[in-house]
Every structure is written in structure tokens, then in C-alpha cells.
């Protein structure tokens, strides 16, 4: 099933006199369990699409649907809590909490979200387990390497069960191996799941662990397959 879909979405941001076409006619369907890198050069409109598929920014025109639903039919109200409920953010920098340990990073999302915190300690310890994290749950962010920090993001935004996972650039702070053993995590909760993944990434070594490429130029956006992934 088609989770993530955009049809001819542009987005254009006052430019001057003329306008600048951040995302001209773009199209991407994205499927559960399908990781998608999304790859291009700097300015090619690699975020500003992760903007509109994460129902953060309104597109100028052009159809988001999440699982079936038009977002640009949805209310304020409505579409906050769709991205809640649906969408998955993982940003390059963790914005971990200094104070807090791993397993409260967790868990103060969920409070934040109106979760009763006592009911969620057992999917919190799930998901750090899920990321390698259950023997460092109780420690806090300056006692956790870059890589961790990057873990206890990605289980952060697995705590909402989404079908929507949206990766800005997970590896840019990281070193080789630390980078690889991220992008192959986010393979795995792709297929555990199943969502849909899509990664910004300048990593081009690492494409083979993800199913299919597209490429941005100028705003827009072309897709082909990976032909080494199905050997991963
Ligand atoms: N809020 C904004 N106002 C005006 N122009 C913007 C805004 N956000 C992005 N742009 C422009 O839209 C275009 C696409 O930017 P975007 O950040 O999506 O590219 P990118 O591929 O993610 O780049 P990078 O790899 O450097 O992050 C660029 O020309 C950028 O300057």
C-alpha cells in the first residue's frame, strides 16, 4: 500500500521580483516497508520536500496523502494530529534533553503527546532495546556517544508508531562506521515496521541498503532503483 504519496506538489517561495520553485511538479510514492534515499545537491529542495511529506510546510499546490488521507482536506487540528499519530521526524542533530536519560527522552515525548507515562515505560524499553540502547537506558546525553544520541532519536520517533519515517541527514555528524551502523538500523525498523522510510542523505555509499533512489535537481525530482539492494 501507497503510504506516502505526493502528486504534482510544488512549493514556491517569493523570490525578488519572481519566484523560486523550491519543489516544481514533484511526484513520489512511497510504500510501507520501502526505504527510500532521497539525494542532490545542496539547495535542490531535498528538505523542503521532507517539509511538505512531514505536513509541516503547505505545498503551493500539488496533493499530499498520508494513508489515504488528503492533508490539504484535513483541519489545523486534524492534520497536527496526523502527523502525530502517522509521521515519524528524525533530524540530522538529535535535540536530545541534557537533563533527561535515555529512557525519559522517550517518555517525555509520549507525556507531551497526552500519554499516560507509566502505561508507556514498557514500549520505551522496547524501543531502546530495538536500537541496541536497553544497557545505557539510564544514562543522559553527555554520557552517550554521537551514534547513541542518533539511536535514542530514531527510537524517540518509533515510540508513535509511525507509518511515515522521515530521515534529514541521520549520519552528517557521524564517522564511517557509526554512519553505516545507522543507515543499517534504519533498514532494519524499516522492514521490522514497515514503514515508509525516506532518508536525505550525501552518503552514496550506503544507497545498496535502501530499496530505491530519487534525485533532486532544481526542485524537481527523479526516481530509479537501486540495483544492488536486493543482495542486502
Ligand atoms: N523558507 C524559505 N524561504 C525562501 N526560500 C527558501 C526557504 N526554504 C528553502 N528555500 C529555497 O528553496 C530551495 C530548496 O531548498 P532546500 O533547503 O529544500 O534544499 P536542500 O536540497 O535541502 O539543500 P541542502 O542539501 O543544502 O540542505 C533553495 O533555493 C532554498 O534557498
Request: charged share 25%; hydrophobic share 40%; net charge neutral.
Amino acid at each position: 500500500m501507497t503510504t506516502l504519496n505526493l502528486a504534482n506538489v510544488s512549493l514556491e517561495y517569493p523570490d525578488g521580483g519572481t519566484t523560486l520553485k523550491a519543489l516544481d511538479a514533484v511526484n513520489l510514492s512511497v510504500r510501507r516497508g520501502e526505504f527510500l534515499s532521497l539525494v542532490g545537491p545542496s539547495g535542490s529542495g531535498k528538505s523542503s520536500l521532507l517539509a511538505v511529506a512531514a505536513t509541516l510546510v503547505k505545498p503551493t499546490a500539488g496533493l499530499v496523502v498520508i494513508d489515504g488521507q488528503d492533508v490539504a482536506s484535513l483541519k489545523e487540528a486534524e492534520r497536527t494530529a496526523l502527523r502525530r499519530d502517522k509521521v515519524g521526524i528524525i533530524f540530522q542533530q538529535p535535540n536530545l534533553l541534557p537533563a533527561l536519560t535515555a529512557v525519559e527522552q522517550l517518555l517525555i515525548r509520549e507525556h507531551l503527546r497526552g500519554k499516560r507515562v507509566h502505561e508507556e515505560r514498557g514500549k520505551a524499553a522496547e524501543m531502546l532495546d530495538v536500537v541496541g540502547l536497553s544497557g545505557v537506558a539510564h544514562k543522559r546525553p553527555h554520557q552517550l556517544s554521537g551514534g547513541q544520541r542518533q539511536r535514542v532519536n530514531i527510537a524517540r520517533a518509533l515510540m508513535g508508531s509511525p507509518t511515515v519515517l522521515l530521515v534529514d541527514e541521520p549520519t552528517a555528524a557521524l564517522d564511517h562506521e557509526r554512519s553505516e551502523s545507522i543507515v543499517r538500523l534504519l533498514r532494519q525498523v524499516t522492514d521490522e515496521f514497515q514503514t515508509a522510510t525516506v532518508m536525505v542523505t550525501h552518503d552514496t555509499e550506503f544507497l545498496p541498503l535502501t530499496d530505491a533512489v530519487a534525485t533532486m535537481r532544481d526542485g524537481r525530482i527523479s526516481r530509479a532503483l537501486v540495483p544492488s539492494a536486493q543482495s542486502n
